[in-house]
C-alpha cells in the first residue's frame, strides 16, 4: 500500500501562485511515477503532469505547459507542484496520483491517490 497525503491548496488571485505538495508513505519502493491530476465540478479528472521517481523526467498538459513545474525530493518522498501564473480556469481539487507503470496521463495508470486539495483561483 502506498499513502498519498496533498497539502498547499487555497485562494489565489489570477496571476498568483501556489505550491502544493504530496507526500508518499508506504511501499513507494514499488512506484515509478508520481501524477498530479486536477477536477472541476462536473468535470472529469484532467491530467495536469507527472514526473518519473529515477530519472525524474516531467510531462505537462499542454494547457499548463510553461506555468506549472513538477520537482520532486527523493529523500522526503514528496512530489511539488509549482503553479505560476495561475488563471481562473485553473480552479479544480488537484490530486496527486502513484503509478507502478509510468508517468503515464490518463487516471486509470494510477494504483494510489490522494484526497485531494482544493485550489480556487479569482478573477
Known amino acids: 500500500q502506498v499513502q498519498l497525503v496533498e497539502s498547499g491548496g487555497g485562494l489565489v488571485e489570477a496571476g498568483g501562485s501556489l505550491r502544493l505538495a504530496c507526500a508518499a508513505s508506504?511501499?513507494?519502493?514499488?512506484?515509478?511515477?508520481m501524477g498530479w491530476f486536477r477536477q472541476a465540478p462536473g468535470k472529469e479528472r484532467e491530467f495536469v503532469g507527472a514526473?518519473?521517481?529515477?530519472?525524474?523526467?516531467?510531462y505537462y498538459a499542454d494547457s499548463v505547459k510553461g506555468r506549472f513545474t513538477i520537482s520532486r525530493d527523493n529523500d522526503k518522498n514528496t512530489v511539488y507542484l509549482q503553479m505560476n501564473s495561475l488563471k481562473p480556469e485553473d480552479t479544480a481539487v488537484y490530486y496527486c496520483?502513484?503509478?507502478?507503470?509510468?508517468?503515464?496521463?490518463?487516471?486509470?495508470?494510477?494504483?494510489?491517490w490522494g484526497q485531494g486539495t482544493q485550489v480556487t483561483v479569482s478573477s
Open positions: 508506504g511501499r513507494t519502493a514499488s512506484m515509478y511515477a
Open positions: 496520483g502513484a503509478s507502478s507503470i509510468g508517468a503515464m496521463n490518463t487516471a486509470r495508470g494510477y494504483d494510489y
Open positions: 514526473i518519473s521517481w529515477s530519472v525524474g523526467g516531467t
